[in-house]
Every structure is written in structure tokens, then in C-alpha cells.
């Protein structure tokens, strides 16, 4: 895995899935009926039973995380609950300057992070040697979407008119995720993860031109000072190509794209990068051999490309069979 993400050749690309642990197993699902998904990321034992679970039942190439993005937002006070069917609500949204004086400082926001250290640690105990474990944080803007609109848009109303009226609060707030983010980054890697995704899920909510001047340069400022030239960072975002031009430029090691965009042509265009991705998650809901179908025809596209990991182009639904997961480890494990 570690080699795929530097850019090195590899006998076969590594797997490894979004949401790999979750609702779509019925380990996951046993646990989730007794406790709520905040109460399973904060409790280390809970946390790492739970990322160790797809790795149990499949053998992917790689752990991730068992935790969520919004965490970060939580330890600077957003009070943060994830909701049946209704995905993350925050009950305090961050609307005036009031609410940033009311946000803790990064090294109080890492105090109320210290579960996520000690499960780390747990994890990479339990862990086989040759799986790789992936750390992760959201990127400034996506999280700050959740912050500020106090859960899911798809239109994020309430963002786009804080920049408009208000960019220095926007600035504020942006600068202290990127902080917390800077200091969580560099505890994952001392607490034993061997690469850092970022997820900048909701990067194209906003014009290309906003995000350019508002958002770029933080998460920029977040890659050049997590940067290690052992210890990749994978940049995920689901964007279509005039922004990846822009996301492409950050020195990360790894661009993970969402469905839809040529990983041959993104190699062209970025051919420093490795690539990670992208089969459409909506593959998961199909017939196992149209799936393996699907699948078959990335391996072949990426056959003897150096610095490829095989991945979706989005995370694992929950209707997804436990047996489709099982058949696409296999038959990248077992390409010759
Ligand atoms: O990939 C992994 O398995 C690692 C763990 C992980 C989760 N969320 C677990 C989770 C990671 C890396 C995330 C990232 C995350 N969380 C993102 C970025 C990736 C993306 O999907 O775009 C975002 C935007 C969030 C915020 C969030 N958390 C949402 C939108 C939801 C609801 C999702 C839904 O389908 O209902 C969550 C909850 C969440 N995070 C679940 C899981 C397994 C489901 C919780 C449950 O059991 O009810």
C-alpha cells in the first residue's frame, strides 16, 4: 500500500474501501444497535473492534480508521449527532463572531482528541504487519460545511453567503480547522498510521473562482505543513476536472478521484501523482458479474501502471451484500 502511494510498481494494486466498516455488516450493525455512532468513535475498544472487523472478514490491504470528520468539529464545540437516515446534525451551528469566540483553541480541541490516540495505538497493535493503517481528517471546508449549516447541504446556502457578507468570520473559522487539523494530522502519524486521507468531499458545492480564493489556500497551507515524504497523504474529493487542476497542484502523494473521471487521462495530466479509486459505488447494488465486470476493466486500464490503489470513487452503501466486498478483494488480490 505504501509503496502503491509513493509511486512505486507494485506485483498487484493494493485494496482498500471508504467505509469499509459500517453499516453494510452485520458485525457493524450487532454493535450499532447498542451504542449511538458518536459513543463508537469515542470509545478505543469499541473503535477498534470496529475497524478491525473488515479486515477479519475480507483481508483488504489496508485498515481504515474506524471515526468520522466531524470529530475535529466536535472538539472545537460543535455538539455533533449522526441521525438514522437523517446523516450528521449539529444542534449549535456556527453562524456570528460570537460562536468564534466560543470555539476552543487547536491544543484545547486536541485534548478532547485523546481517544482517538489511544485507539490508533490499540489498532496498529492488533493489526498484521503487512496491512497498512490510514489515518484521515476532513478537509477545512468540508467540515466547516457541517459547522456552519448544522448538518448535510447540498447547496450550502449559509456558507456561500458567510463568504459573501462575512469572509473574515469565514477566515476565522477556517483558520482554526486547519490548525486542530495540522496538530490531529501529526498525533495520527505518532500514534502509528502509515498514511493520512483527507477528505475534501464537498469541494465543488461552491464556484470554482470562491473556492480558489477562499478555501484553496488553507487546505493548501494543511498539505504543505503535513507533508512527509514517507508518510503519504491521499487527497480525496469529488470534483470534476477544471477543479482537480487546481487540487492537483497540492504536493500530496495520492489524488483519489470520484466516479466518472478517466484515471488514465488524470495520469496524463498529473503524472507525479498515484491515483486511487474509482469504481461507482453503484456497481455494489448490481449482479456480482456485472460488478466484477466493472471492476476488471479498471484493473486492465491500470495494468503495469506504478501507483495505483484499487478503491471506489465514493464509500461502501449499506445495501451493499457483504459477499460483493468479499468477491472484489479476491479478485484483486488475486490478479497475476
Ligand atoms: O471510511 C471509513 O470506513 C472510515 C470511517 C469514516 C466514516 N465517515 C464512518 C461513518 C470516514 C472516513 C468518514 C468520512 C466522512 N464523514 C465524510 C467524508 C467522506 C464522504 O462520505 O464524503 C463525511 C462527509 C462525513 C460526515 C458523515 N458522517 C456523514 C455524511 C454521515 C452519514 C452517512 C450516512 O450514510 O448516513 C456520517 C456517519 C457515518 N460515518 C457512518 C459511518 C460508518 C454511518 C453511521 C451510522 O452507523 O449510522
Known amino acids: ?42 470509545e478505543p475498544d469499541l473503535a477498534t473492534e470496529i475497524t478491525l472487523q473488515p479486515i477479519r472478514s475480507f483481508g483488504m490491504d489496508a485498515a481504515i480508521f474506524f471515526c468520522d470528520i466531524l470529530v475535529t468539529a466536535e472538539a472545537l464545540g460543535s455538539q ?63 467540515v466547516a460545511s457541517y459547522m456552519v449549516e448544522g448538518g448535510s447541504s447540498s447547496t450550502v446556502p449559509t456558507v456561500f453567503k458567510m463568504i459573501a457578507e462575512e469572509p473574515t468570520l469565514f477566515q476565522g473559522l ?33 464556484p470554482l473562482s470562491i473556492y480558489r480564493e477562499h478555501v484553496f489556500p488553507h487546505l493548501k497551507r494543511l498539505v504543505e505543513a503535513t507533508h512527509h515524504p ?8 469529488l470534483a470534476q476536472q ?12 495520492a489524488l483519489s478521484l470520484g466516479h466518472g473521471l478517466s484515471l488514465t487521462g488524470m495520469r496524463d495530466r498529473f503524472p507525479g501523482k498515484a491515483l486511487q479509486g474509482n469504481l461507482d459505488s453503484r456497481y455494489l447494488l448490481c449482479e456480482r458479474e456485472t460488478l466484477l465486470g466493472a471492476a476488471d476493466k479498471i484493473l486492465e486500464e491500470m495494468k503495469d501502471q506504478p501507483g495505483y490503489i484499487f478503491n471506489l470513487g465514493h464509500g461502501i452503501t449499506p445495501a451493499t451484500p457483504e459477499g460483493h466486498i468479499a468477491a472484489l478483494v479476491d479478485r484483486v488480490q488475486n490478479l497475476n
Open 230 to 237: 514517507e508518510k503519504p497523504l491521499i487527497l480525496f474529493a
Open 80 to 142: 455533533v449527532d449522526i441521525i438514522e437516515k437523517r446523516g450528521p446534525v449539529i444542534s449549535n451551528p456556527f453562524r456570528l463572531t460570537s460562536d468564534m469566540d466560543r470555539l476552543l483553541s487547536p491544543a484545547e480541541a486536541m485534548g478532547k482528541l485523546d481517544y482517538t490516540s489511544k485507539a490508533l495505538k490499540q489498532i496498529r497493535e492488533a493489526l498484521p504487519e503487512e496491512k497498512a493503517l490510514l489515518g484521515f481528517v476532513g478537509a477545512p471546508l468540508t
Open 174 to 206: 477556517m483558520e482554526r480547522l486547519t490548525d486542530l487539523s495540522i496538530l490531529y494530522i501529526k498525533s495520527q502519524r505518532e500514534s502509528g498510521v502509515d498514511a493520512i486521507q483527507i477528505f475534501e468531499s464537498w469541494a465543488s458545492l461552491l
Open 1 to 42: 500500500m505504501i509503496s502503491a502511494l509513493l509511486g512505486q510498481k507494485t506485483s498487484r494494486p493494493p485494496v482498500w474501501f471508504m467505509r469499509q466498516a459500517g453499516r453494510y455488516m452485520a458485525d457493524y450493525q450487532k454493535l450499532r444497535k447498542e451504542h449511538s455512532f458518536m459513543e463508537l468513535c469515542h
Open 242 to 253: 477544471p477543479l482537480w487542476d487546481v487540487l492537483g497542484t497540492l504536493p500530496v502523494h
